[in-house]
């Protein structure tokens, strides 16, 4: 997937109506109407599960689109599915694609979204949720950068990681090298792998200085925390898969990006500054966020019950919630606002990165003659 | 209640935190401040039960506050309690209380927020979701109207309503009197009976014309609706309790009110520009709202998953996001947002009323030296 | 699927764990252990999601059994999959096969466990939840009988039938050919054919006479059902699927059937009567019930609350409860239990299967050796 | 509430049918048939909540019987609510009350049904969920014990147990006196209450020796419990109300009690082997039992998913899943099936207590002519 001429490259984002977890007809609809599979690099979707613990709409989603790039004999592109479309959130996919530009406009020099991707190594069991996680994420974040063409950290507006999880046999596999996990609870490794892998991102991005992590810090310190991370735990891997997104003068087209950090679940100052340091007249092509119940039990001064909720997980109110903050913003429901926000944003905060097309509106039926 | 000289009437709303359904402190701590318990006409609560049919934290808090006007030996005012604080939404009371004036400023002729209260005569069961409760609650509002010293209807706001269902009992007296009921179904009287008061307040401020109403439109025809009406269906009361809330030049004071008519759960337009018909520099008393899932399956021409979540109620998918939505725009959580909105406003859409401070800042510790 | 010469066939059958709704690897452990795929002529399955609306682990389970199948070369066998496995259920798959049996022993005349399928024409979009279904099921169900080699309906315990719904699209396609559909609600839809699919059983087995049958009393008189029928709506056909176990003289082999009809959820005299009438030495090999919450709101002259629980679907308590009722008769819990019983079997009750082995243990270890 | 003279008492047992949580006529009806409140010695309730954090009809029930011993001058008895009528559970009060028998039948020596009562003193706050903890309440076991006249282990049948919890002032107050809490997290303070105290029970019931107890067996060690313990935590008190429920000789009447413990969820033999115990001809007056989710993930070898299942709690399924185990045994659904089981009988397992009538059918209409 490395790009060999950065020049050459232009970024492409599309927000697919999805009418249930195995539907992938709109996508393949973009691949009737030109979108070439092997260019797609990830798909981030939002599916109609809970989120939580038992939500097989995700695992059906990933194999759904598993088996459609296997139908076209192309290697599956990053997958990350998030489950929970509460309240009006709407199912949806966002098709991140690169493909080089033929006619390259020699005299466009501003920068353009660029979307850059990495694995790191195989993570040894007993690393989870701990420093050498954050280390290695660090590093991984760093190539995905390198593959963007993007240097300078404040170039980076959202960095999206897939983590890993302990699963009891991973657990016992650990037991039997004698190598002690961080945590026995399973549930547990999902947050405290979500939790170091965005302070991978922090360190990556100067936002923490490495020397200030320690195994104690994780899952714990809420205070420190990076502006740009969305992580989520799957048990399908165990290496992180990483997706960068920022603006490279390398990258050409209309699309660009960029993010606010929402200080709280009602905090829409933050967002609508990000709007406004992008163009007026530009048509919004996806919004990206992080949300979490604020664990103080408070939003603005007042009580919130979602923590102590029996009957609804506490990040389910969050996604209903924080999606109405967003969709009362921008207008639109499709958005990708995803739960589990440890050390992503301030607590009971999070990340919002949004993606906006400057120029014209990327419309399916006329694809075939943009590109 | 109705008071001797109108322009000596001057209205006065707290909002007040709950830490649960049993926590009347909060009031308590106004009565103790100064405010005199029989000026209080009307307490509206958000409580943190699932605001569906096992919502126990209604009943709760109605008693607990029927025990705390026992206590002090005055007649419980209204009490209407909403189900139902998803997402960031903070459970809290709203107090409305009618004061006389003492020294009424003669020099002051603006309008201020005036609020009235009437009470229909019983509802006989067979006429509950039909022609007849629509009229009999049109003659309530009228009342209402006449209470609080409002003659035209452009000056009404908010018309709240709390209206009788049937239960099995009911439907068994009204086949032993020979009366045929609109619905056995004792949940699906309830929207009927919320629809039917809907319409009553509808025809008496002239927004549907009396002769349009027949039995059949009533919970069918969502293109008629009134723009102002927020009902509450309980078992307590076989008749209607009804809360007029507007301006009027026969009251004092820096309280005002406005309203908008969200056309669908995502439209902050609306909710916008009446708040811009308001004092730039007033201060946020109350906002009351009405919630629902759209009907169409659409936000905004996107898939919502409300309907067919069996997991948790549409209506608590609505209040969640709309509570988000309008709490990103106002500010704060601590919103009266309520569910079962059949027409009031239009299918997903809903009213939103808007009461704001437009002088000084109520505060309890200064209470009582401002009237 | 015909049988060519019915004195050579067995039934076989198989409880499976299933570790999620994607895990097909105990039923390919049984075809590896030499159990032939063409064979197998349904699978039955119980899966983790909630039974409801938006259960995706049935799509989820029936997409990876496709997806087995086509990998083995051999069409899909009849799935049905009932989600919920609510209190200690277990999630499983039960196979079952019909094999020609190489070396019948002809001495053997005693009747053993049949298997008989068909499927029906496909149903007119208005015919369903109308008389017209019942009558074609009852077709149907005659048709599987004769496949069975079963003429007795005293013969028959147990009809499964998996039957279609309508879809939005399919009432606009209706009404495109100017025929009324019986409702235009899509969820009704799913019970009004369950119910009349269930009377066409009753119909075939001589239960109800079909003149007894109008389009007034499907869904509405409760006191009309079959004690045999256990049916399901699926999205994905618009026809039926029709299996029919019961014993007959033209099959050989160890399993036998017998059924309970359960008159209330905790009738457990009914059960233990029926298992009285098997072998005592016998042992379990599956069991099916159909569950559903009293409509009277009691059971055995006390209330219940299921169907006034907002936060939990009535159907999803009635099958935590009666697996646990018959969990606590026949000391497993991988019972196949399953919710929405309408005309099948009385109101609050419902039938139970029950399959033994009468000689030895069917053990996936020793399969080859026993064919 | 000391006998003076213990040959002189006997123990009353009745449940109590509730038509929701605030409805205490059953419990007057009693009284109007004449039952003297002040003989009332506790009232078990099974109120229609989640069980679990935000359940507010434990309080409201609570609330209803406070107001009403008050209304008759009477200081309320120990309330014991549990939450949770899953299934076909019931909800119901069951009151237990001890009178003086004006005419002892002095030819009568057999024993029969006991209740004794004890509070312990205040609990430091940092002795929740520790060793000192399981001392205190042994102590006040063994008072219980004393006060009903029980001196053998072995005839002690049930140890109902209202525990403290720590909230964040509790936790506050503990701090400010430089006294470290066992754990600052609320919710997992009503575990280790809970588990402490059945601890307590086991220590003073000889089923474990106190040297074994140390503060990091509580809540880890789940193969010590007690066979007898019921434990539920309220944040009303600060202490333990302690009910015992045993056999004595000096107690007179037709009650009587056993129990089993169950192994496993559907362990229905030790059940039935405890009736067994129990006069053939005995008409069931009450049951009380413990269910938990087997924490192994399994029952009887089976996977069952009750842990993994984020959107019902565990103790909800299994309460309704023991539920149905235990009404199909008794063919009775208003059982006292209470959730959170931490070493009360093994896990996945637990206590179930039967009290039976030996003699006569206990009739409220004829309850005045009785004693």
Redesign the interface.
């Known amino acids: 997937m490395a790009p060999a001429h950065r020049d050459l490259l232009q970024a492409r984002v599309w927000r697919v ?1 999805a ?4 539907d992938v007809s709109g996508v393949e609809a973009l691949f009737a109407a030109g979108l070439r599979p092997e260019t797609v690099v990830a798909i981030l979707g939002k599916t ?3 989120g ?6 995700r ?2 989603a990933t ?2 689109f598993e ?1 459609l790039f296997a139908r076209l004999g192309v290697a599956a592109p990053c997958l990350v599915m998030s489950g929970g ?8 996919w966002t098709v991140f694609a690169r493909e080089s530009v033929a006619d390259a406009t020699e005299t466009m020099d501003a920068p353009a979204l660029a979307i850059g991707a990495s694995r790191t190594p195989h993570l040894p069991y007993h690393h989870l949720g701990r420093r050498e996680q954050v280390l290695l994420v660090a590093q991984g974040v760093k190539a995905a950068m390198a593959d963007a063409g993007i240097d300078a950290p404040e170039d980076v507006h959202f960095v999206q990681i897939k983590c890993p999880l302990l699963t009891l046999a991973r657990v016992h596999e650990a037991d039997a090298a004698g190598a002690a996990v961080a945590t026995r609870d399973t549930l547990k490794s999902m947050g405290l792998s979500r939790g170091a892998s965005a302070l991978g991102v922090a360190v990556a991005l100067g936002e923490i200085d490495a020397g200030e992590i320690t195994d104690a810090v994780i899952g714990a310190r809420l205070d420190l925390f990076s502006r740009c991370a969305s992580t989520s735990a799957g048990v399908e891997l165990t290496d992180h898969e990483i997706i960068v997104l920022g603006m490279s003068r390398a990258w050409r087209g209309p699309l660009a990006i960029d993010h606010a950090v929402m200080a709280s ?2 905090d ?1 100052v933050s967002v609508r500054a990000a709007q406004a340091r992008l163009p007026e007249t530009a048509r919004l092509t996806a919004v990206l966020a992080k949300a979490e ?2 664990p103080s039990g408070m ?2 001064g ?5 923590l ?6 506490g990040t ?3 996604r ?10 921008f ?4 958005l990708y606002v995803s739960g589990g926000a440890e050390h992503q944003g301030p607590p009971g905060g999070g990340p919002v990165a949004i993606i906006v097309d400057r120029i014209a509106t990327v419309d399916i039926a006329t694809m075939d003659k943009e590109s």
Chains 1, 2, 3, 4 share one sequence.
């Open positions: 109506a009418s249930g977890p195995a109609e599960g809970n939580c613990v038992n939500d097989f709409t695992g059906y194999a759904s088996a479309t509460e309240g009006a959130l709407s199912p949806h679940a009602i829409t119940p604020d939003v603005g007042r009580r919130h019950t979602m102590d909720d029996s009957d609804i997980a389910r109110h969050a209903a919630f924080v999606g109405g903050v967003l969709a009362g913003v207008g639109m429901t499709d």
